[in-house]
């Protein structure tokens, strides 16, 4: 249960991470985190992750 709630929770998280990386890096400006693909979704992964740990329990 927790394997699946780690892997569900990275592949949400690097979702995001791309999503917010390719359409809101127009509007934030230079941000390096948000702006670049390569550095926002493994990023946002590993929040994911932690998300769902803390939510697994």
Request: charged share 5%; with cysteine; aromatic share 10%.
């Amino acid at each position: 249960m927790i394997l699946f709630a780690v892997a569900a929770g990275a592949a949400l998280g690097a979702g995001a991470g791309y999503l917010i990386s390719t359409n809101l890096s127009r509007f934030m400006g230079g941000c390096p985190i948000m702006c670049n693909p390569r550095v926002a979704v493994p990023y946002f992964a590993f929040i994911g992750v932690l998300l769902a740990l803390e939510i697994a329990g």
